[in-house]
């Protein structure tokens, strides 16, 4: 998702400092940037934080993936998943 990666890019964070600083991995974020993976609501609270983005960012984040209201992209137990 280009807006991801522009974002942490303008904030001089590599995959890699944006992984440690959010418990997601580099694998999730870097699937999460090119569009093959759908984040969690859980997931995109975590790497919005680290990146200092407002609240209101949260939602349009979600928007942007086009997640449901429960924040599941798969309706799926992604229990111990990153994304």
């Not at 440690?20 to 995109?44: C, D, N, W």
């Not at 680290?50 to 209101?56: K, N, R, T």
């Not at 979600?62 to 998943?81: E, F, K, N, R, V």
């Amino acid at each position: 998702m280009q807006p991801l990666r522009d974002c942490r890019r303008r904030q001089l964070y590599s995959l890699a400092t944006l992984a440690e600083a959010s418990g997601v991995s580099v694998k999730a974020i870097g699937a999460i940037e090119r569009g093959q993976a759908t984040p969690r609501l859980q997931t995109i609270r975590r790497i919005v934080a680290v990146l200092d983005v407002d609240a209101l960012s949260i939602v349009e984040f979600a928007a942007a993936l086009d997640l449901p209201a429960d924040g599941d992209g798969d309706g799926t137990d992604d229990a111990g998943s990153d994304t």
